[in-house]
């Protein structure tokens, strides 16, 4: 088990918090750091003085009752939450030491390298090949066997290649939402990011879908950092390394899913994972 | 089960299930009702197609009756169209190109802006902006033909000859213009209903991806909406083909044979209208070519709309 980092130049230039690594969970690099991150929607003040650092090759969870905050984070972290004109926001979040927010870090650049896969599958209403050819194409890769080569490897790496090889021409409204599902991670991995992230991305689908798309990002997990929203607790715990616990926009505690599971240090935390709110 | 409100409150009261059983009577009449509905709805839905029916019937007999006077390849292949001459010739090309051209025209300008202006409204524009632009695109869509062919030909007209000088007094180039314009909020708005059907998923699904906010609507928008925006090109189409005022005041009755937008030509609309407007004595020949040019003009817009069928069913994105 590799216990230091071995790039110590870049340790030096980014902020990674080393605190709470324990024997158990490997010192990874920090990907992402939020340091005093507020968010309004308007009056709604929706994100409170976050400080949170996602790591590498990691599974974060995020857990929560309903509008606590969860979706908001995330997609502040790809900064698709500035789709809403009326939102405000201060503090800094720096992936990989650059801050997302800066003007000259374009935002297409910071989507290319962290992938979202939503709730609810959204497919393009294109066929199979070219739902996950479109993010290559538009980087403008042309090559029709670089295409195929690229489609064949993600699907592989969402473990779909052999439901969908024999038909990567139908449309991908043809398959079941389990399916559909995969083929949004899938059209992730076929932009190669370094992170991932999950807005609840197995409350849509049946047991047998989900504990698929669980099993995957436990694969995922080896290549990429991956966040993931969940209101299941069971899913946290299962399949996540750390566990960050929002309640009204703030971060009650964040710590090793072990330790919140265990023994966690804020009574909320408690409450809410042994189910008395939420 | 009573409910349970009447029921603790008033114990005598009647339930909710006994004033449903008192109803049930007054409900008969209506219950022979609904089953007449749907014939009812039928022989309703019949008027518009027997109509049609009757029309292209009637379209058709006369039609014959014309092409027992003039041979059918005359007609379709003629140049030269002189239905008044002491030697009358009926080439029906002359009105063809005159429609296709004038259309074309039409389409060149409608296109485009129609489908910009609807990618803006639907993707770029804020809810303020929107709110500004579609009462005035409404505006623009109900004004009187007529005032669109005096605008063409008092106004485009005149502006048109200070670019090109050799443009006649009376020409295509500029009713079709205007045609244009006239189906520009007809292809905006039936497109920027199509685009903005498009689930706000897809969008978010391709910004994740690093999208730009073009490539969104190049690449995802546009390809979901395609065959809304191709029946609203379509829409446009049979629009400009069927337009008659615009084209019988600024492009004048020449019957010209001839591909220069520069010249009068005629439509075939507006040769329907010169005829109709004429004294046609009913049984001669000029009579009778009415209809076989309304017959063209029906199967010329029939033809577009069974395109449109198959393009949209052919490129459609199911979602
Ligand atoms: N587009 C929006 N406009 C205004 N308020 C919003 C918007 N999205 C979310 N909110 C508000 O922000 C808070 C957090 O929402 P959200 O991040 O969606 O919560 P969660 O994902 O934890 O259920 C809620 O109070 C919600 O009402
Ligand atoms: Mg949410």
Redesign the interface.
């Known amino acids: 088990m590799s216990i230091v980092s071995i790039n110590d130049h870049a340790r030096a230039t980014r902020p990674t918090i080393v605190k709470d690594a324990a024997v158990d969970v490997a010192v990874r690099d920090v990907v992402y750091d939020t340091k005093e991150l507020n968010l309004w929607y308007g009056d709604v003040h929706a994100l409170k003085n976050i400080n949170l650092a996602i790591h590498e090759k990691e599974v974060t969870a995020i857990i929560g009752p309903s509008g606590c905050g969860k979706s908001t984070y995330l997609k502040t972290l790809n900064r698709m939450v500035e789709l809403v004109p009326i939102v405000r926001k201060t503090g800094s979040i720096t992936y990989n030491g650059r801050n997302i927010f800066d003007k000259v870090f374009r935002v297409e650049d910071l989507r290319t390298r962290v992938g979202m896969v939503f709730q609810k599958p959204n497919p393009f209403p294109k066929s199979i090949y070219e739902n996950i050819a479109y993010g290559p194409k538009i980087h403008g890769i042309r090559d029709k066997k670089v295409l195929d080569e690229i489609v064949e490897q993600s699907l592989r790496g969402a473990y779909i290649w052999d439901e969908v090889k024999d038909r990567l021409k139908d449309n991908a409204y043809s398959l079941s939402g389990g399916q559909q599902q995969r083929l949004c991670i899938a059209r992730c991995l076929a932009i190669e990011p370094d992170v991932i992230l999950m807005d609840e991305p197995t409350s849509a689908l049946d047991p047998k879908s989900t504990a698929k798309v669980e099993e995957l990002i436990q694969k995922l997990k080896q290549d990429y950092a991956i966040v993931i929203v969940t209101h299941n607790m069971q899913q946290a715990a299962r399949i996540s390394d750390r566990t960050a616990f929002f309640l009204n926009g703030e971060v009650v505690e964040y710590d090793k899913t072990a330790t919140i599971f265990s023994k966690p240090a804020d009574q909320r935390t408690e409450d809410y994972i042994s189910g008395r709110f939420g | 089960m009573p409910h349970p409100k009447l029921s603790t409150s008033h114990k005598s009261s009647v339930s909710i299930r006994d004033m449903i059983e008192a109803k049930k009577s007054s409900r008969q009449l209506g219950a022979k009702l609904e089953k007449g509905i749907p014939v009812i709805l039928l022989l309703i839905a019949l008027v518009s197609i027997l109509t049609t029916v009757g029309i292209v019937l009637t379209l058709f007999t006369e039609m014959i009756e014309f092409f027992r006077r003039v041979p059918i390849m005359d007609f379709f292949t003629g140049t030269v169209l002189k239905p008044l001459s002491q030697t009358p010739e009926f080439g029906v090309l002359p009105l063809i190109t005159g429609t296709v051209l004038s259309s074309a025209v039409a389409m060149a300008v409608a296109a485009p802006v129609g489908l910009m202006t609807a990618i803006y409204l639907s993707e770029y524009a804020?809810e303020r902006a929107r709110k500004i632009f579609k009462p005035m695109l409404e505006v623009l869509a109900g004004i009187p033909t007529i005032v669109y062919g005096f605008f063409a030909f008092t106004f485009v007209t005149p502006l048109l000859r200070e670019i090109i000088p050799g443009l006649e007094a009376t020409n295509i180039l500029s009713p079709g213009i205007v045609m244009g314009i006239m189906i520009i909020p007809m292809i905006a708005s039936l497109s920027e209903d199509a685009m903005r059907s498009v689930?706000n998923?897809?969008r978010?699904?391709?910004?994740?991806?690093?999208?730009?906010k073009l490539?969104v609507t190049g690449?995802?928008v546009i390809?979901?909406a395609f065959s809304g925006i191709v029946a609203s090109f379509v829409l446009g189409i049979s629009r400009a083909i069927g337009e008659t005022m615009i084209v019988t005041i600024a492009s004048g009755s020449s019957k010209n044979f001839t591909f220069d937008l520069t010249q009068s030509m005629q439509t075939m609309t507006a040769y329907i209208v010169e005829v109709t407007g004429g004294d046609a004595a009913a049984g001669s020949t000029i009579y009778y070519s009415l209809y076989a040019v309304a017959m063209t003009l029906f199967v010329f817009t029939l033809l577009m709309n069974v395109l449109a069928r198959y393009v949209s069913r052919r490129f459609r994105?199911?979602?």
């Not at chain 2, 978010?204 to 730009?212: D, K, W």
């Open positions: 804020s689930p998923s897809m978010a699904g391709a910004l994740a991806l690093g999208s730009t490539e690449r995802v390809p979901a994105e199911e979602y």
